[in-house]
């Protein structure tokens, strides 16, 4: 008899937890859905990937196709010369605003109250965002891609090899997936949105490049500055460069900054989101809100 309680206790149990997550999920989806600024940001990557599909056969002669290079980087917007994708920067306001708003205008508890776990409340809030960041990459390059096919036939250009940009497609997708995830965690570290922000932009344009110089002069160590997160998040982005020239090829490398593999900097990347997240649920069950 108390066996077969327990396994009902357990049973109930998943039960609840697998219901609380459902509804989270439900509630942080209506919540970002309500938001003006999530349609009006949506919107503005969405006018940026028709742009960029738009513009593909200018420079081009007659007949020719672009690069697959050249479609991945309108794919991912401009990523490894930024060296960051411009949507990700677009986001960064729904990807930081749910976990920084609340804890900063202490509303964190009306979450808490209405979900009955914090664990099951930050779990949401990543799973929302990384689908939304997913949902993004995938539509942005739906759009870039409808678009450069009716250009370059209108133009009489020819179609690229859409096969070779397959891998550069993946990276960006995953890539994106990741990038709600990190700003959400460190959101959660924070605690202050400017501040988060800041981090987000700043580190990946400027400290990581400034670190990898350190750990350069450094011996014993220098292979550290391949591994840096956004470096290996940058091979991941640069999976189609393989097909490029030789110096055009050496260029891209160089604006990488990181030696890893397209598959090495996507584990190194994926891992360093999930350590993040690791650490920003500490941070969000931990502390009280102000």
């Known amino acids: 008899m108390s066996h077969t309680k327990t396994v009902l206790d357990l ?25 003006r600024s999530t349609w009006i940001l949506l919107g503005a990557i969405a006018v ?26 309108a794919f991912q917007m401009d990523a490894v010369s930024m060296q960051l ?7 960064l306001p729904v990807a930081t605003g749910p976990i920084a708003t609340e804890l900063t205008r202490g509303t964190a508890r009306t979450t808490w109250l209405t979900l009955a776990s914090r664990r099951t409340a930050f779990a949401a ?49 995953i890539f994106m997936t990741c990038w709600p995830v990190i700003a959400a965690s460190i959101a959660a570290l ?7 922000t800041l981090m987000l932009i700043l580190w990946p344009l400027l400290g990581e490049r400034i ?11 220098e292979a550290l500055a391949g591994w840096l997160p956004f470096g290996a998040g940058r091979a991941a982005l ?31 990347f994926i891992g360093f989101a999930m350590v993040l997240a690791v650490l920003g649920a500490w941070s969000y069950m931990a502390k009280d809100v102000r």
């Open 48 to 73: 940026l990937s028709l742009v960029a599909g738009l513009t593909t056969p200018v420079g081009l002669a007659p007949g020719t196709a672009p690069s697959s290079w050249a479609i991945v980087t």
């Open 211 to 221: 670190a990898g110089i350190l750990l350069r002069l450094v011996p014993g160590v």
């Open 125 to 173: 809030k990543l799973l929302v965002g990384g689908g939304l960041g997913a949902m993004t990459a995938l539509g942005g390059t739906l759009l870039v891609a409808l678009s450069a096919m009716s250009a370059l036939a209108v133009s009489g250009k020819a179609q690229p090899n859409w096969d070779q940009t397959l891998s550069g497609l993946l990276g960006y997708t």
């Open 85 to 91: 994708p411009l949507s990700a920067f677009l986001l």
């Open 11 to 35: 049973q109930a149990t998943v039960t609840t937890r697998g219901t609380a997550l459902r509804r989270a999920l439900r509630y942080e989806w209506c919540h970002l859905h309500a938001l």
């Open 190 to 196: 924070l605690r202050n949105r400017v501040a988060a």
């Open 238 to 268: 640069a999976a189609s460069a393989d097909t490029l020239p030789a110096a055009d090829r050496a260029l891209v490398e160089a604006l990488v900054g990181s030696d890893l593999s397209s598959g090495a900097g996507t584990i190194v």
